[in-house]
């Protein structure tokens, strides 16, 4: 059972009262690593995921929007885009993601659906297409930018866009050089920790 503690965390102008993880290292096991080399990213608070959750009410517009958040973890901007009145999707392939996200949704009184799913699946069980697509520091290791870009184009309804937000992994030029080839790649302004940078991409 995970050891959980609340936490309130303030994002896109709204109150969340979270549970989550105490000790990320914690989760952490030999086991669950010798199996595709599995680590529990999802149980951290990322300031990338708060950020994006920060920019979208000026993204979105005012909706609604059929939104997938890929790699949500603990989904904040998942819960404020639902709270925010968009149809929303929440996709992370950790088991534990999945269920403690439904619970901070029903805690937070957000609507959404909270499924599981890895960027190298089969996106139809995720019924695509959507108008946006998120995701919050994802490229922390370089054999995910390939499958995350091969996975974008068939998640996307037409004029579709995604807005990707990363602290500076070291993949991550690779990955926006990767995206450049197929989509007009542009920076989004914002006033969080400045290491964190938030991309939009949409089709030339």
């Not at 102008?13 to 010798?34: C, N, Q, W």
């Not at 088991?95 to 439904?102: E, I, K, S, T």
């Amino acid at each position: 059972m995970l050891d959980l503690v609340d936490r309130d965390v303030q994002a896109a102008g709204r109150h969340l009262s979270l549970k989550m993880p105490r000790d990320l290292e914690a989760l952490f096991t030999e086991e669950a690593f010798a199996h595709d080399e599995f680590v529990p990213y999802w149980a951290e608070l990322w300031p990338s995921a708060l950020v994006l959750a920060d920019v979208l009410p000026g993204q979105l517009g005012d909706g609604p929007c059929r939104v997938l958040e890929i790699g949500a973890g603990l989904g904040v901007p998942s819960l404020c885009a639902a709270l925010a009145g968009h149809e929303v999707t929440a996709a992370d392939w950790a088991p534990d993601a999945v269920d403690l996200l439904r619970e901070n949704a029903d805690r937070n009184g957000a609507t959404l659906r909270a499924q599981r799913w890895s960027w190298t699946d089969d996106p139809a069980p995720l019924a695509p297409p959507f108008d946006v697509v998120l995701a919050a520091d994802v490229l922390y290791e370089r054999r995910n930018v390939a499958p995350i870009l091969a996975a974008l184009p068939a998640l996307l309804a037409p004029g579709g866009w995604a807005m990707v937000a990363d602290p500076g992994r070291l993949p991550t030029p690779e990955f926006l050089a990767g995206a450049a080839r197929t989509w007009t790649v542009q920076p989004v302004p914002h006033d969080g920790p400045p290491a964190v940078s938030v991309h939009r991409l949409t089709r030339p």
